[in-house]
């Protein structure tokens, strides 16, 4: 079987000027089949102000009224990821920009409102808007575009964080459950390696401390970590992906730096 | 040859619900192999209002400035171009986004500034900004879209007026030019139909007779029409995309209501 990396890459790292061009480099001279998956929420949030627009965030995710639709619709769709693939073509790479509406590829359906515990520890019911939880992917389709047959050229795909409901509408979607969907996707036809990437050297005991990478998390010392107050924030929906993406067939997950994509660094995600 | 319908439809149609709605069933419904191509102007600066960035035109063409990118780039590449395919994926059609860099589909080169003839009559030295003129188009990789393959699914492209200079940086592109260069491009593989669609039916001898379509215009009417000033403004560098595709291998040129893609109606170009 092919191997493919799919590797998912942080707003913080492509809204950055320097950091967006390491990442392009290094994910333009990694070799084989690939795909990238980027967020945007700095860009979004910031767009969202100069029109007036509030960005309100609950556990990390993004309410996501019809304006702020709007908004990351522009930003994700449009504004960050054309920016990532000129960026790649400039280095050779035959990037195609993605949502999930494109072909099909990713449908979802809109979140009902859903009970929520807050920072505070109370439990609020809390309508997420127009965000998308993920129902089929069509990693055939993906594939077809990822593979190089009779004459069709191989295309690398750079996805948005933006799914579809198959009735038209657009919807808001985790950056790091497209990538996970993506991967998990992919399995039938690649050995998936799934990489999260960020401006952090891996998964650390001690956030101050690079020097703290754990290099390796089971579902029993992720428990513990939870349970440790290690491991939180925006880290456990990145970590629930992780798991759920080994368990459903994707060979290697690995949360890295962006600049060691290409290297066997960082927390690998055990079963 | 296999025929194919390249479709480009206005800014005013699109972005307009109602007029949209119709747009994408008349689209929808129209057999065989197409390519839908849309403008967006007026989202562009109804959003670039919004951010407090000023539009200005010279010749019906904007000027790109470094923000005015940013709009339009979320404009067309995100918001027009994502709610379209959202909007055809609903009726079945397997809709792709593209803008020029996707692919590398629709290479260009930044305008250099350039002497221009203003509405007054008095030449002036304009910097268009971020304005790609169109350099290469490749027919082939669209056309492997396009076609079913060996299990790979057909898709339909919706394009948007954005191009790349293969350096990274994304362009601005007018509409109808994209249009002219998708459909030219499409000749090697296809017999190709371009229609110019809109809120009018067709090229009119008189802008407030619906009545008056002019059927046909050849290079010797269109002189005698541009010299009686019947046909002026924006259908002036329409007309002249109409007339480059047609002597360039496009089979059939119209340009029609955006009611009326399917039917034999309009006003036709021919050499």
């Known amino acids: 079987m092919d191997k493919i990396n799919v590797i998912k890459v942080g707003g913080a790292v492509v809204e950055n000027e320097a950091s967006l061009k390491e990442l392009i480099n290094q994910f333009a001279t990694m070799p084989g089949y690939k795909v ?7 860009s979004a949030t910031r767009i969202a102000a100069q029109l007036g627009i509030e960005s309100r965030m609950v556990g990390g995710r993004r309410i996501t009224d019809e304006d702020m639709l709007q908004v990351v619709t522009m930003v994700y769709g449009g504004l960050v990821n054309k920016r990532i693939v000129a960026a790649l073509q400039a280095k050779g790479v035959n990037a195609i920009g993605l949502t999930g509406a494109d ?4 449908r979802s359906h809109k979140r009902e409102p859903k009970m929520v515990t807050m920072d505070d520890g109370t439990q609020e019911m809390v309508d997420f808007g127009f965000v998308g939880d993920v129902d089929h ?11 190089a047959k009779d004459g069709i050229e191989a295309a690398v795909p750079v996805v948005a964080p ?3 409901d198959g009735m038209g ?3 808001n979607t985790n950056a790091d459950t497209m990538a996970a969907t993506v991967a998990k996707a992919l399995t039938e036809e690649f050995d998936v390696t799934l990489t999260y990437c ?3 050297p891996g998964v650390m005991a001690d956030a101050e401390d690079d020097d703290s990478v754990i290099p390796s998390i089971n579902t029993e010392s992720y428990a513990r970590l939870k349970a440790d107050g290690i491991v939180s924030g925006g880290m456990i929906p990145k970590l629930d992906n992780a798991f759920d993406s080994i368990s ?3 060979k290697r997950v690995v949360i890295t730096h962006f600049m060691d994509i290409q290297a066997s660094m960082g927390t690998v995600i055990e079963k």
């Open 198 to 200: 960020f401006e952090k």
């Open 169 to 171: 509408n657009i919807l």
């Open 162 to 164: 933006l799914t579809h």
């Open 103 to 106: 072909m099909d590829i990713i």
């Open 248 to 250: 459903s067939g994707v």
């Open 137 to 147: 992917a069509n990693g055939q389709r993906l594939a077809s575009l990822v593979k």
């Open 36 to 42: 990238l998956v980027h967020g945007g929420g700095r």
